[in-house]
C-alpha cells in the first residue's frame, strides 16, 4: 500500500541553525500539507501547498518557514534559524487530487520527523 | 470558526471493556468532514475513518464504531472490546468544505487511551 515517507525520523540542531525536512507524498497525490505537533500537544496545520504554490498557511508559518518541491517525487520544509520553540514532531501528509467540487479528501500523513532544538 | 473538542484527557479500560471516545465540533460551513486518527506510541498518524456532513449514517468496522450526529456537532468513535495494542492517541479532525479544495484539518487535542490487561 502506498505510503508517505518522511526523513529523518529524528534530528537534533543547535538553535539558530537550518534544518531541512524531507517528504516524499504518495505518487499520484497533488497536494501537500505540513503540520507540526509539539510533544503532548495537537496536531497544528502549517501549510498547504499545490501546483507549486502555498495554497495556505498558518500564523505559526512566519517568514523562516518554506516549502519547497524540488523535483517531481519530494516535498520539503525548510526551517531557516530554529528557535527552540520549534522543537515538535512535523507531519507531512498528502492527499490525491479531488474530483472538481468536492473537498475533504482524505490526507496520509507520514511518520513525522521528530525535532528536537538546543 | 472551525474548532474539534475532545474533552477526554486520558481514559484508561481494563481489555474487554467497550469505550466511547467523545468528539465535538464547531463549523459555520453545511458541508465538511470529519476523520478520526490514531496515533500510536511510534509516532506516526493512522488514519481510521472519514465521513461527510450529509452522510449520518452510523459506521461499524470490526470492534471500531462510529456514531455522527449533526444535531448535537457530535463524531463520537467506540471501540468494542478493546485491546491492548489500541493503546494510543485518538485525534477527531474537521476539514472544512473550500470552494478551491484546499482542506486543511483542525484536529482535536486528542485522547489519550490505556488499555491494560
Known amino acids: 500500500e502506498p505510503e508517505v515517507t518522511q526523513t529523518p525520523s529524528h534530528q537534533v540542531t543547535q538553535m539558530g541553525q537550518e534544518v531541512i525536512l524531507r517528504c516524499v507524498p504518495i505518487?499520484?497525490?497533488?497536494?501537500f500539507y505540513w503540520y507540526r505537533q509539539i510533544l503532548g500537544q495537537k496536531v497544528e496545520f502549517l501549510v498547504s501547498?499545490?501546483?507549486?504554490?502555498?495554497?495556505?498557511k498558518s500564523e505559526i508559518f512566519d517568514d523562516q518557514f518554506s516549502v519547497e518541491r524540488p523535483d517531481g517525487s519530494n516535498f520539503t520544509l525548510k526551517i531557516r534559524s530554529t528557535k527552540l520553540e520549534d522543537s515538535a514532531m512535523y507531519f507531512c501528509?498528502?492527499?490525491?487530487?479531488?474530483?472538481?467540487?468536492?473537498?475533504?479528501?482524505?490526507?496520509?500523513f507520514g511518520p513525522g520527523t521528530r525535532l528536537l532544538v538546543l | 470558526a472551525q474548532k474539534v473538542t475532545q474533552a477526554q484527557t486520558e481514559i484508561s479500560v481494563v481489555e474487554k471493556e467497550d469505550v466511547t471516545l467523545d468528539c465535538v465540533y464547531e463549523t459555520r460551513d453545511t458541508t465538511y468532514y470529519l476523520f478520526w486518527y490514531k496515533q500510536p506510541p511510534s509516532g506516526e498518524l493512522v488514519f481510521l475513518i472519514r465521513r461527510n456532513s450529509f452522510d449520518e449514517q452510523n459506521e461499524i468496522s470490526g470492534r471500531y464504531s462510529w456514531n455522527f450526529q449533526k444535531s448535537t456537532s457530535s463524531f463520537n468513535f467506540t471501540i468494542t472490546a478493546s485491546q491492548v495494542v489500541d493503546s494510543a492517541v485518538y485525534f477527531c479532525?474537521?476539514?472544512?468544505?473550500?470552494?478551491?479544495?484546499?482542506?486543511?484539518?483542525?484536529f482535536g487535542s486528542g485522547t489519550k487511551l490505556n488499555v491494560k490487561p
Open positions: 501547498f499545490y501546483n507549486n504554490e502555498i495554497s495556505e
Open positions: 501528509a498528502s492527499s490525491e487530487h479531488p474530483p472538481s467540487g468536492r473537498a475533504g479528501e482524505t490526507q496520509y
Open positions: 479532525a474537521l476539514s472544512d468544505h473550500r470552494l478551491n479544495n484546499f482542506n486543511k484539518f483542525y
Open positions: 505518487s499520484n497525490h497533488l497536494y
